[in-house]
């Protein structure tokens, strides 16, 4: 099973899941905070959330992230192009 792509949840919906999960409302803040705001890449940066917690949402969910494949600079004006 494929898993789901955290980043993709607005905070209502991530809401509805901690809910869901059996956790208390305030944690879908501050997981939206570590996503959003923090720009964490793993669960475990999340240290103001249970391990427990951590773990349940690695098991359910993925931080996907952008990888920089190619740099280019312009050789005339200095300016960068990532792709």
Known sequence: MSKLDI????????????LEM???KFRAKQIF???HIDR??????????????R?????????????I???LISKIDGSICLG
């Open 55 to 67: 773990e349940k949402l690695d098991e359910k969910f993925e931080i996907k992230t952008l990888e």
């Open 7 to 18: 980043l993709s949840y607005n905070l209502e919906s991530l809401e509805e899941i901690i």
């Open 22 to 24: 059996d956790e208390s």
């Open 33 to 35: 905070r570590w996503l």
């Open 69 to 71: 494949h190619k740099r």
């Open 40 to 53: 964490v890449e793993s669960f475990e940066e999340m240290t103001n959330i249970s391990k427990d917690l």
